[in-house]
């Protein structure tokens, strides 16, 4: 099939790359020449493991354009994902989707069907808005054929995670489809058909899953899929939230939150993904994603005291790292704090919302000097960032130098295999803060480090237990 995918960031990069993969014959276009040019020369301007190796793999299959109106006008199925950043009440920016809609509708010079998709995160109710827009746009292109162009408007959320987008989009857990009528969801169905019933060669650097066999479907309406979207993540800030609480009442009794986790997780009914307690979440979705379904419960009279605390839960946390800081050093004007990760999260580079950066504006603003090294991130945090006075470092090591505290932000795999005793010696002062609970707590009390972690409470000496799940016969 011929697909145009419109927005070339994480979610319509992968998109696109997985889709040409598939064997389907992609375009990707994007208003930002800059960006385009460097996608034709297979340099993704964002770092995403594997993503280059899978544009390479599609070959022919995948381009890059500026100009919407071929692309259109030759492609069965048009995904629009495009950004929806949060305006300053919490309401989702639907100005890319309101012109890209139009746009398509401008494009569409015949009555050959086509199904426009919503890939977007976008509130309840974007789908109809879709429609209304893709039908003005025809009307102001070619007056008089508004209601004489076919085409279907199709729901289907993406759950991707950075770093792992190209497993997630080739291995999904569900793919969600929403729309209104049979023919629309049946064009979906056949785009998806390689990836519903897995029978594409898995390239070299992802591997399947041994245990995937086929990709469960689930077809609702388009207000329920677009629903799933902030639900599933809503959820998982909530469920992140529960396990910080927990850590941080672990901290006032004396129990372990590493050890209390996995005793519920072990529960079916729970899990265990999303439960490691830290610094919160970050990134450009979750709290969009909450702020918009908190403005669209209001616009119904609806307040959500649940969601809104777990929005309150992760600002608090990364104000953790601060106190933690002060209860060691009391006195934070004049110190050196160097930062061990910048990016949300590992295996990207993205910034936005990351803890690294409050904890990093909050330091400057109380008087002391921040060093950090992050091993992907530190150069857009340069571009992005320039008002923040950090002092970007080669190494861990050159963070470490001279510092009076290290604080671990983002768990790069680097980090974990650090020497620690290498870490404290150079230090003024070893004071670790383990925002994410990398490191075990009596390793650091070992190498040296007056050591912090969230919700852990180090043992004493002579305690050698070890948390572990054994099987009784």
């Known amino acids: 099939m011929r697909v145009t995918v419109i927005g070339t960031g994480y979610v319509g990069s992968v998109t696109g790359a997985c889709l040409a993969y598939l ?20 340099e ?14 599609a070959g022919k299959r995948i381009e890059f354009s500026t100009d919407l109106a071929p692309a259109v006008r030759a492609s069965d199925v048009i995904f629009i994902a495009v950004g929806t950043p949060s305006c300053p009440d919490g309401s989702p920016d639907l100005t890319y989707l309101e012109a890209a809609s139009r746009s398509i ?14 890939k977007s995160t976008v509130p309840v109710g974007s789908g109809n808005l879709v429609e209304t827009l893709v039908r003005e746009g025809i009307e102001e292109s070619n007056p008089g054929t508004r209601n004489q162009v076919e085409f279907g408007v199709a729901s289907n959320p993406e759950f991707l995670r950075e770093g792992s987008a190209v497993a997630d989009s080739l291995y999904p857990d569900r793919i969600v489809l929403g729309g209104s009528d049979d023919r629309t969801l049946g064009v979906m169905l056949k ?8 029978s594409f060669a898995s390239p070299a650097a992802v591997s399947r899953p041994a245990a995937l066999v086929r990709v469960p479907v689930v077809i609702t309406s388009l207000t329920s899929a677009e629903m799933i979207k902030y639900a599933a993540n809503a959820f998982l800030t909530v469920k992140i939230g529960f396990a910080n609480e927990i850590a941080n009442i672990c901290e006032h009794v004396g129990a372990e939150v590493t050890e209390v986790m996995q005793g519920i997780g072990l529960d079916s009914r729970i899990g265990s993904k999303f439960l490691n307690a830290g610094l919160g979440w970050g990134g450009s979705c979750f709290g969009k994603d909450v702020q918009a379904l908190l403005q669209t419960a209001g616009e119904y009279g609806y307040k959500s005291k649940l969601l809104q605390s777990a929005l309150e839960i992760n600002t608090a946390q990364r104000k953790l790292v601060i106190q933690k800081l002060q209860e060691k050093l009391f006195i934070l004007k004049g110190r050196t704090i160097g930062l061990l990760g910048l990016a949300f999260k590992p295996d990207t580079d993205d910034l936005r919302d990351a803890p690294a950066l409050h904890i990093a504006e ?27 006075k950090i002092r970007y470092c080669d190494g861990p090591r050159e963070v470490a130098e001279g510092a009076d505290a290290l604080v671990l932000v983002t768990e790069w795999r680097e980090f974990a295999a650090l020497s620690l005793p290498e870490l404290a010696e150079v230090m003024a002062k070893p004071v670790l803060i383990d925002g994410r609970n990398l490191f075990h707590p009596e390793a650091a009390a070992a190498a040296g ?8 409470c180090p043992r004493p000496s002579n305690d050698k237990r070890e948390t572990k799940t054994v099987a009784l016969r």
């Not at 785009?191 to 897995?198: A, G, I, K, S």
């Open 23 to 42: 064997g389907h014959h992609v375009t990707c276009v994007d208003t930002d020449e800059s960006k385009i040019a460097k996608w034709q020369r297979n």
């Open 44 to 57: 993704p301007p964002i770092y995403e493991p594997c993503l280059a190796e899978l544009v390479t793999a």
């Open 105 to 118: 509708g401008a494009s569409m010079d015949d009555s050959r069907f086509r199904v426009v998709v919503n």
């Open 191 to 198: 785009l998806y058909h390689p990836l519903v019933e897995q």
């Open 362 to 388: 909050r330091l400057i603003q109380i008087g002391a000097r921040v060093k950090a090294y992050d091993p992907i991130a530190m150069e857009a945090c340069r571009a992005l960032h320039p008002e923040l």
């Open 449 to 456: 480090f007056d050591y912090a972690g969230i919700g852990r």
